[in-house]
C-alpha cells in the first residue's frame, strides 16, 4: 500500500494491531532504498508483507492466533464456502514459475471465499517482454485487483512493488532476495509441532550457504528466548557470517557441527534443506561431494527425541529418505499445509483485519 | 483415496452405490503392482477414477444417469449458479497440456458450483523441474484442494497418484496409458445417440493400434450383450491382439475389413479417429501413406443409416471432411459436450455421492 | 452468436437496443468474406464485438453509460460480490499472450460475479498444434462456456470465431487487425476526461503507421462533431492514406506536424505511442531513429492546457517521461482502468443486456 493509504484508512481494511508498531515513511525515502536490510524494518510501510524481519514478537503471534483459526475454516469449507474474503480479487503476478507457492496462495484465498486471477507466467507477459518496467505494470494491475502476490526474480523486486502500489503487495519470494510468507509458516510449524517457540533447540542441515528458507528462519527464531541452533552442512555450503554475527549478538547459542546424529539427538527440530544443484554451476564434482554427504534417514530417527520433528521446505530429492515419511515425527507435509493456513491468515488481516 | 479412508469413511463422501463392489486392498499390495492389466480391477481402492476397466455394467450405468442429470443442471447454472459442489476445489495437474480436457474438468466443476486451482504445465512446475517424485508433489497439493484431476505423461502415474493420495483422483489421461472419463464419454454418447447399448454395431475406423480411445471404447463396450465391431484400418496401424484375444474371450463379435463403405452402411456408430503423426517417427512415407485411406465424407453418409451416427474423440484433422458437420448424424461436438456432463457427473459422485 | 440465435432470441439475452440496429446476414454470406472491411458493418452479426466499426454512436453511448453505472458496481464489490454474471462462464482463449489484456477481462467476469475458463497460450493447446482448425476449436469451447473472449495472431479469426459459435464472441485482438475493446476504452476514457467527445482536439503521436490502437481510434473519433487531429510521427511510421481518407470523407480536419510542443499546446489530448520495435525487423537504425524523436516529457506539460490529458495505450518504454507520472493529466493509467469498465459493460451488455 502506498504511503498516501497509510494516513488515510482504506474503507476495506480495519488495521490489524500489528500494523500499528510499524511507522509510515515517505514514498520516496523508502524507494531511494537500494537494497532491504534490518535497518530498515522501521520503515516498512504498513499493509504488505515484504521481508521476514518486519514483524516483530506480537506481530507473529497475531499472525499465528490467526493461522490457528484459519484451520477451522479450511475444514469448514468443504461444502459450505466461507464468505470472509467474498468479492475480493487476489492477483498472482509470477515471474518465475513456483507452483507449490502459487497454489498455497491461491487455495488460501479460495478457501475465505475469495476469487483469483492468475499469472503463471508474467516474465512473458507481453508487456514485460516489450520492456515494461514492474512500477508500470504493477500501475495497472493494482486496477484489476485487490492484493496482488508477487514472485519475481529480482532481490527488491516486491519492495518496489509495494512502493509503487496502493493496494497491499505479498512478496512470494524475490530471487535470491526474500521468502517471508515461507519463513511464516517454518515458525509457525514449529510452534504447532513443538507446543512452543521459547528454548528451542534446532538443526539446520544442508546447503546453509545458499538456502534462503534457512537464512530466514534463523533468523527470526532468534526473536525467541533461549534458542540453541546447530549448523550441520558440508563444508561448501557453509552458513555465512552475517547470520552468525546476527545470532550472536541476539544473544543466540549457535554452533556448527559435522555429527548428524549427534546434534539429531539434542534437538527439538531438525530443519533438512536441499543441497541446489542450480547453486554450484559447472562444479558438478562439489555437487556430488556436498549432497550425500548429511542424509535424514532411519538412523537419525533413531537417535531423535520422541517429541521431536523433521522439517523440511520441500521438493526433497534425497536428501531424507521415503522410509522416514511414514514416522509420526516427519512433519514436512504438515509443514507444506501450514502454508496455506498462514497465507490465508495474512489474506484476511491484509484485507479485512482480525 | 487412500486406503485409510477406504475403511474410515469420509464425513463428505456418501459412497454411490458403485462403490461398493470394489474391494479396498492395503496400499502396499496395490503400489506393488507394476502395471495395471484387468486382473487388478478388484484391487482398486474406491473413490478414484484410474482406468476404464474398474467400471461394471450396473457403475456405469449409475454414472450415466447422473450425467442425464447433469444435462439440466448445466442448462440451468447460465444465471443461477448450481450450489452442488459450492466450497469444493478441484485442482487439475496437468503434466503435459491437453487444452480440452483441462476446460472440460474445470467447466464441470465450476457448473456445480465448485472452484478450481490450475496448473496448466505442471511438467515445468519448479519442484518437479527440481527433481520431486509425483507422489511429493501429490502429497502437497492434496493438502490445498479436495480432489485433483490429474493429466501425465507415464502410464501408471494416476495409480501411483491414488495410492498417494488421501483425496479422489480423477485420471485425465496417463501416457500411452489409460484415458478412462473419455472411454465413460464416448459409451455414454453411443447410449444418447442410438438408444441403447445392447445390440449396437460399431465401426472402429483409423489408428487402432496407438489410439487408446478406441482400445478403451473396445474394452467398455463389451460388457454390453450382442455387440459386433468392425476393425477398419490401414496395416501399419491395425488393432492389435490383445485387444481382439478380449472381444473374443467375452464372447463380443469383430471382424477386420477394408471397405469403409460396406461397414458403413451396416453400422449404428462409426467412430473415426486421427492418425496420430507422431507416433510414426521418421517413417513420414508410413504416415501419409495411411492418413488418407480412410476418409468419413458425403459418400460414407450417403450409405450411413439414417439413425446411426459419426464419432471422433477430436480433434480432427481431414480424417471427417468439413462438409459432414452439417449432418445431423455428425455427433462429435455432441460427444465432446458429453465429456462436460460425464465430468460433473464424477465430479459429485465422488465428492458429495448421489 | 451464430445466425440462427439472431431470430430465435436467447433466453439469456434481453437484446440490448443497439443490437436492433445490426441486421442479422445468413451465416455463408458473412463466412465467405475474406476480410473485414467497412462495407460489412452492417452484415455483422448481433451479439458480439469484433470491430470498431460495428459500433455507432448510439451503441457507443449507451455503452459508455453502461460502463459508468460499472464503476459503482466495481467500487462496491470489494467485499459484497456482485451478481449480475453469477452462472455464466466466460473462457479466455488467448492464442498470443497479453496478459493485460487477458487480466482485465478475467477482472472483468469476476466484478459481476461469473466464472472464468482460462487459456494463457492456446497456440501451443494440443489441439491446434496438431493442426485443428480454429472453428473445431470454437465448437468444443462453446460447449463449456457462456461467452468466448479470443485473442488471436490472425487477422480475422475473430469474425471466423463468430460466424462459427453459438454463443458471444469478444474479440481481444486478431494479429494486425482489430481490438474494438481498446478502440472502446480510448474513446471512453476522452469522454470521462475532458467531459465530452463532439470537438475534441487530438494529437496522434509515434507510431501511427503499425499502430492499430491509433488507426481504431481515428476511425471511432470520427463519428462525432468537429474533430481534429493532429498526426505528429517519425516519416518512417506515418500514419497510413486510407485513415487520412476516411477522416477526409467524414468531413474530420486533420494535419501533419513534426512539431509536438506546438501541437500539445492545442490539444484536448495527447496520444502518445510506443514506436515498435517487433515491426522494424532487422533495420535497427530506422528503429533508433525513430523512436527517440517524440517524447512526452515535463516541456510537453509546459505547454499543454490545464484541462487537457496524456494518454497512451501502455506498455510504454521512454516514450513518456516518468516524471510526468505524477502530473493529474498523465490519464494512461486511469486509462488502463477504464479498460476494465467497458469490459465490464460489454460482458453484462452480451449476457444479460441492460
Known amino acids: ?15 490489524p494491531s500489528w500494523r500499528t ?5 515517505p514514498r520516496r525515502v523508502v524507494a531511494a532504498s537500494a537494497a532491504p536490510s534490518p535497518a530498515l524494518t522501521a520503515s516498512l510501510r504498513l499493509g504488505d508483507v515484504i521481508e521476514a524481519q518486519q514483524f516483530d514478537r506480537q506481530a507473529l ?18 461444502g459450505s464456502r466461507s464468505r470472509v474474503l467474498e468479492g475480493y480479487l487476489m492477483a498472482t503476478l509470477f515471474y518465475e514459475p513456483s507452483t507449490r507457492t502459487r497454489l498455497s496462495f491461491e487455495a488460501a484465498m479460495r478457501r475465505l471465499g475469495g476469487e483469483v486471477l492468475t499469472t503463471e507466467n508474467a516474465r512473458e507477459f507481453s508487456s514485460a517482454a516489450k520492456g515494461e518496467t514492474l512500477e508500470d505494470t504493477i500501475r495497472t494491475v ?4 485487490d492484493i496482488i502476490v508477487l514472485r519475481h526474480f529480482e532481490s527488491g523486486a516486491a519492495r518496489r512493488a509495494a512502493v509503487t502500489a496502493n493496494i497491499p503487495v505479498i512478496n ?3 530471487g535470491p532476495g ?24 534446532l538443526g539446520l542441515v544442508g546447503d546453509l550457504a545458499n538456502g534462503r528458507t534457512v537464512r530466514s528462519l534463523a533468523y527470526l527464531i532468534a526473536k525467541y528466548q533461549n534458542i540453541k541452533i546447530y549448523f550441520v552442512s558440508p563444508d561448501v555450503v557453509k552458513m555465512k557470517d552475517d547470520i552468525k554475527e546476527y545470532l550472536t549478538s541476539q544473544g543466540v547459542e549457535w554452533e556448527e557441527s559435522s555429527d548428524l546424529l549427534e546434534v539429531a539427538s539434542k534437538c527439538d527440530v531438525i530443519y533438512q534443506t536441499r543441497i541446489q544443484k542450480e547453486r554450484f554451476g559447472e ?4 555437487y556430488e561431494a556436498a549432497r550425500g554427504k548429511y542424509i535424514v534417514d532411519r538412523k537419525v530417527l533413531g537417535v531423535l527425541p520422541k517429541h521431536a520433528v523433521i522439517m523440511h521446505p520441500l521438493p526433497r530429492l534425497d536428501e531424507i529418505t521415503v522410509d522416514v515419511d511414514s514416522d509420526p ?9 501450514n502454508g496455506l493456513y498462514i497465507r490465508m491468515a495474512l489474506l484476511k488481516l491484509l484485507l479485512v483485519g482480525r
Not at 329 to 337: G, L, M, V
Open 142 to 145: 493494482e486496477g484489476y485487483s
Open 329 to 337: 515425527r516427519a512433519a514436512y507435509f504438515r509443514q507444506a499445509k
Open 283 to 286: 562444479r558438478i564434482d562439489h
Open 61 to 78: 503471534n497475531e499472525i499465528f492466533e490467526v493461522a490457528r483459526e484459519m484451520e477451522a475454516v479450511e475444514r469448514g469449507s468443504h
Open 178 to 201: 526474500q521468502h517471508p510468507t515461507q519463513a511464516l509458516l517454518d515458525v509457525y510449524t514449529i510452534k504447532r509441532e513443538i507446543g512452543r517457540l521459547d528454548g528451542i533447540k
Open 1 to 15: 500500500m502506498a504511503a498516501a493509504r497509510a494516513t488515510l484508512p482504506h474503507p476495506h481494511l480495519p488495521a
Open 21 to 25: 508498531q510499524l511507522k509510515p515513511v
Open 172 to 174: 512470494a519470494g524475490d
